[in-house]
């Protein structure tokens, strides 16, 4: 069975821009959450997506959102990106919303310059 | 603010030995209590739940959970150089939100 994918893995963008990141879970999952990790930060939960609504979320600002369709693939959107937004950022999988087995994907690496 | 505290390390043990991971939490609230290994580079990976007190044991690993000390730890027992990683503690209460532990950095050396 296919892992989680997450693509671009690697995005380079400036300040001010906006980005979109795609994630797509284990086939038969259809519970999605983002997280951000930062060496000062350390992993942060962004929210979490489950039948296309937002079911729970996190502690990070409004320009920091998500989506996700009806195959289960979940997208987030981060919009006047700021130099502390640098991060990895990783989706994590589940079959079932608020379910504790998580997996996650590789990640996308975002450097804001 | 809900913490969740570890020594980042580097925790440095010989092959073969018990490394001994630990991690406090400040919500009293918190009922799931999870570890997960980061190699260098890669993404989580879960290893170990636990969710009441006691020991919880599988394979080398074993977690323990104390909710009156708020404390909960992972033993890996005759710990090999592939176990070099960074272990980061998470833990979950009613909101269902995971708080994550920045993580301990583990070096096993031949």
């Known amino acids: 069975k296919a892992g989680v994918t997450q693509t671009p893995r690697y995005l380079i963008k400036t300040r001010g821009q906006q980005v979109t990141l795609s994630c797509s879970p284990i086939?038969?999952?259809?519970?999605v959450s983002w997280y951000q990790q930062t060496p000062g930060q350390g992993l942060q939960f962004l929210f979490e997506?489950?039948?296309?609504?937002?079911?729970n979320k996190g502690n990070f600002p409004g320009r920091f959102s998500g989506r996700q369709f009806s195959n289960s693939r979940s997208e987030m959107n981060v919009s006047t990106l700021e130099l502390g937004d640098s991060a990895l950022y990783l989706c994590?999988?589940?079959?079932?919303?608020?379910?504790?087995?998580?997996?996650f994907g590789p990640g996308t690496r975002l450097l804001v310059l | 603010q809900k913490e969740v505290e570890q020594n980042s390390g580097p925790l440095s043990v010989p092959e073969g030995a018990i490394a001994s991971l630990n991690c406090t939490y400040s919500d009293r609230g918190s009922q799931s209590f999870f570890w997960y290994r980061q190699y260098s580079g890669k993404s989580p990976e879960l290893i170990m739940s636990i969710y009441s007190n006691g020991d919880k044991e599988d394979g080398r690993f074993t977690a323990q959970l104390n909710k009156a000390s708020q404390y909960v730890s992972l033993l890996i027992r005759d710990s090999q150089p592939s176990d070099s990683a960074t272990y980061l503690c998470?833990?979950?209460?009613?909101?269902?939100?995971?708080?994550f532990g920045r993580g301990t950095s583990l070096i096993v050396h031949p």
């Open positions: 994590a999988s589940s079959r079932e919303s608020n379910q504790e087995t998580q997996y």
């Open positions: 997506y489950f039948s296309e609504t937002q079911r």
């Open positions: 086939s038969g999952h259809r519970s």
């Open positions: 998470a833990v979950k209460g009613g909101s269902y939100i995971p708080t």
